[in-house]
């Protein structure tokens, strides 16, 4: 879920937001008089990050619902030296 907060009041509890963003995986949308800016941890930024790229892959997901819809027998069989 995402919490709202105002600038002044996250200055105030900004170890304790943080730490919601780490351990919670909140995300929090700091509201400001010149607009709003939204608090995530590093990890779920890099897992953005991450999914934007491979959205932007063409056809990646197709091929993904394709592989997972082919039969065990169908697949070709690879022998690790």
Do not use: H, Q
Not at 50 to 75: H, K
């Amino acid at each position: 879920y995402m919490m709202n907060i105002n600038i002044t009041n996250a200055r105030a509890e900004l170890f304790k937001l943080a730490s919601s963003c780490i351990k919670y995986n909140n995300v929090i949308n700091i509201n400001t008089k010149e607009g709003n800016v939204v608090m995530l941890s590093e990890e779920d930024y890099n897992n953005l990050i991450e999914t934007l790229y491979l959205a932007g892959i063409p056809n990646l997901l197709e091929s993904i619902v394709e592989g997972v819809n082919t039969p065990l027998e169908d697949c070709e069989k690879i022998t690790w030296k």
